[in-house]
């Protein structure tokens, strides 16, 4: 199986891959180079990552994202309000690919993330947790599309920067929530959690 083996980043030359003790770092065979550490507690790393996430996302979710003050007038958007606005003003297609790609694909992950990490977490629930992570590698690469939607945006507002329109706490609050994801997903990876799991169950 091509899963217990790692390449080198450096000369890539092929390694087995094998379970560490506590501060025990591996070495590439060939080169000496440094290619993966003990992490200890890492299922809690990702737990309280998640949690701070969520976290976030629901500040996002329930505060304005944009203000938007033209000289007398005055108003601010949440996600939920720009959503409705677009689909009375008949940009049905708009407004459901916001709502899925802001709002549901990021709930699901954030949700099945906080979930698995959590039952990994207290060793609770296998078959629950085999079900959670094959939703999340199957969901992964689902959770980012609000990225676009975030650039669209953006160059919006510059594009009408006549009008003073600035972000709101709920705009940085969606920016950590996506920041935070991103480092869980793509950087730590889900691998991790399937090793956790492998592991602990
Ligand atoms: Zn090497």
Do not use: Q
Not at 56 to 78: H, L, Q, T, V
């Amino acid at each position: 199986m091509t899963k217990n083996i790692i390449v080198c980043p450096h000369c890539e030359s092929p390694n087995i891959k094998r379970a560490l003790n506590p501060n025990e770092v591996a070495v590439c065979a060939k080169c000496g180079k440094v290619l993966y550490k003990y992490e200890s507690n890492i299922e809690l790393k990702i737990f309280s990552l998640v949690l701070s996430g969520v976290i976030f996302f629901i500040i996002a979710m329930f505060f304005p994202i944009i203000k938007i003050n033209i000289i007398g007038y005055e108003d601010s958007f949440r996600i939920f309000n720009a959503i409705l606005f677009l689909f009375n003003k008949g940009y049905i297609i708009i407004s459901l690919f916001v709502l899925f790609s802001v709002f549901l694909f990021p709930f699901i992950c954030a949700v099945a993330y906080f979930m698995s990490s959590f039952l990994l977490l207290v060793k609770f629930n296998k078959s629950f947790v085999k079900k959670l992570l094959i939703l999340i590698t199957i969901m992964k690469d689902w959770c980012f599309l609000d990225i676009f939607f975030i650039a669209i945006l953006v160059s919006l507002i510059k594009m009408f920067s006549y009008a003073d329109i600035i972000f709101d706490i709920g705009f940085i609050a969606y920016i950590l929530f996506l920041s935070i994801m991103f480092y869980i997903v793509k950087i730590i990876g889900v691998h991790s959690l399937w090793e956790i799991y492998e592991k602990n169950m």
